[in-house]
């Protein structure tokens, strides 16, 4: 049984803990949209939803690989509902092309490097000046 207590993963730990430089964040009551782009299996968006409940609105994820998504559906609890939207796409191009501007509290870039380039991770255009 996947338990969603904690992370067990030291990165995504490091990755959720700019959420405490943030302690006002959600606390006027309106539930928190969450972005998070390079689901994965979709094991951090499985532990917010867990942790964080009510306080979620929804989280949008966005993943390039379909076998990633239904790894995630078939073993980690990654399920489409109303608090989780996932999207099999390509995560820059989803962002640049977003209608959602200003529609997200939380946006979590967990992009690993690109397969021509192990150089930097995440790719260099997740950091160009347009995409942030």
Not at 39 to 62: C, E, H, N, P, Y
Not at 68 to 75: A, I, N, V
Not at 95 to 101: A, E, G, N, S, Y
Not at 103 to 109: G, K, M
Request: glycine share 10%; net charge negative; charged share 20%.
């Amino acid at each position: 049984m996947l338990n969603l207590d904690f992370l067990t993963n030291e990165y995504q730990q490091m990755i959720l803990a700019g959420l405490f430089l943030a302690p006002s964040l959600g606390k006027d009551g309106k539930p928190l949209n969450i972005l998070h782009l390079g689901t994965g299996a979709g094991i951090m968006t499985s532990f917010l939803v867990s942790q964080l409940g009510d306080r979620v609105g929804k989280i949008t994820t966005v993943d390039l690989s379909q076998d990633m998504l239904t790894l995630g559906e078939k073993y980690f609890g990654l399920q489409n509902s109303d608090k989780v939207e996932s999207i099999c796409g390509d995560a820059h191009k989803f962002v640049m092309d977003c209608k959602l501007k200003g529609h997200f509290d939380i946006i979590i870039n967990d992009i690993n490097c690109e397969s021509e380039d192990h150089s930097i991770s995440p790719p260099w255009s997740f950091l160009s000046e347009d995409f942030l």
